[in-house]
């Protein structure tokens, strides 16, 4: 399959042995690379921002002749994520995507596809849900999943969103798993913001992305078997048992699937989180997606002042990973949790992240304090300046001088 001809800065790689090429190219650009660079067979449509970009890219691809595959446009989200959960069921590798309450208006096809094993890959352009219409990112929309048996991950750089892209598919269609994976791209900061990226080539991809194959669970006359049946308190438990022992063996299968990665692209770094300046810290900042390019920028700063602060990125949010935060954390005077979502209610009213968190580190014989912050929501820049605050914060915390039972709404106005 030659590379396509979409009007986008390029430089080939001088002589390199790898073939890949170097593009100037948003988040969403990026994730349609990874979908043609995969032989996506089946894809479905319905525009709602910032994910329809991905929608017009992958059309673009497809007129110009460097993409094959069926597209779709459906009339409703939930029509487009059915379509390709039948695809999935009888062998079609797929993709999908949504943004906002978008993703919630496909909610019953997205339970149900976890549950009957279809290991699609879906892209979320994180995104408000309405009302008041906010357009920007928060990660209320793809967080909503995170009980259901989707694996769920989040990028920072559009480098990341195609890599990672590639490396749900060989973990969801690992005959181990067989579960779906949502890529959550954050709205606008990740999904039209340019940078250069690395695209591999076909043969390189093709070495580390076997074909989908479904073996006797696919949907065949001459395999006569049955999806999606009634089964009610005769089989649930023992459904939702195998659903668990898939979700357990997913981590596994990441570990492996980055090794690899890792040894063919020469990139990819560790699986599930990403530790920044963490040597030596005495306090750690804690976040997902774009945030950590303020909190990078902050720690740097905070590094020249003498401030041992460091960061740890969580990359997959589903399978949740407690043992490497755990490793990461373990030694720290206290931790601050920055949530891009808000989870009313609950203990401590902190976000999902800062929940999961102060779960994770209770097991610990000397956990750190752990503050949660809620900021950036609906968009909203965080800056450096807010990153700055929230670390005294912590250091706060470490000292006794912050109550850690309470969470912190950070550049609110009063």
């Excluded at 976040?287 to 990078?296: E, F, Q, R, S």
């Excluded at 912050?402 to 969470?407: G, N, V």
């Amino acid at each position: 399959m030659n590379p396509p001809k979409a009007a986008t800065a390029r430089k080939q790689d001088a002589g390199g042995p790898s073939g890949e090429t170097e593009e100037l190219i948003s988040g969403s650009e990026a994730i349609a690379h990874a979908v043609r660079l995969a032989d996506v067979d089946v894809i479905t449509a319905y525009p709602i921002r910032p994910y329809d970009t991905v929608m017009q890219y992958v059309s673009q691809l497809i007129s110009n002749g460097d993409f094959d595959c069926e597209f779709i446009v459906a009339e409703s989200e939930h029509s487009q994520f059915e379509i390709v959960k039948h695809a999935s069921a009888v062998g079609a590798r797929v993709f999908c995507g949504s943004s906002g309450v978008g993703w919630f208006y496909a909610f019953e096809a997205l339970a149900v596809t976890a549950g009957l094993r279809l290991p699609m890959v879906a892209m979320v352009g994180n995104r408000a849900l309405d009302d008041p219409g906010a357009f920007g990112v928060e990660h209320n929309d793809a967080l909503a999943v995170r009980d259901l048996g989707w694996l769920l991950c989040w990028v920072e750089t559009a480098q990341e969103a195609l890599d990672t892209a590639l490396i749900a598919y060989r973990v969801a269609e690992d005959s181990r798993v067989m579960l779906p994976c949502a890529i959550s791209c954050d709205g606008a900061f990740l999904t039209h913001s340019q940078a250069i990226v690395k695209v591999p080539s076909q043969e390189m991809v093709d070495s580390f992305l076997p074909p989908y194959d479904r073996g006797d669970k696919q949907l065949h006359p001459d395999n006569p078997i049955t999806i999606a049946p009634q089964a009610n308190e005769d089989w649930l438990m023992e459904m939702r048992r195998q659903n668990d022992m898939a979700a357990r063996r997913a981590r596994g299968v990441i570990i492996e699937a980055y090794e690899d990665f890792n040894d063919k692209f020469g990139r990819g770094g560790e699986p599930f989180i990403e530790r920044y300046m963490m040597e030596d810290a005495e306090i750690a900042l804690v976040g997902m997606g774009t945030l950590a390019m303020p909190v990078k920028v902050a720690v740097r700063k905070m590094r020249e002042q003498g401030k041992k602060v460091g960061f740890v990125r969580v990359r997959w949010f589903r399978p949740f990973p407690a043992i490497e935060l755990q490793d990461a954390l373990g030694g720290m005077r206290a931790v601050g949790v920055i949530d891009r979502d808000y989870s009313f209610g609950s203990a401590f009213h902190s976000g999902t992240l800062g929940t999961e968190l102060r779960s994770a580190l209770y097991p610990l014989e000397k956990s750190p304090k752990v503050a949660t912050f809620i900021a950036g929501l609906g968009g909203r820049e965080v800056t450096a300046d807010n990153v700055g605050e929230i670390a005294d914060m912590v250091f706060g915390a470490a000292e006794g001088k912050l109550d850690d039972q309470d969470t912190y709404w950070i550049g609110v106005r009063e």
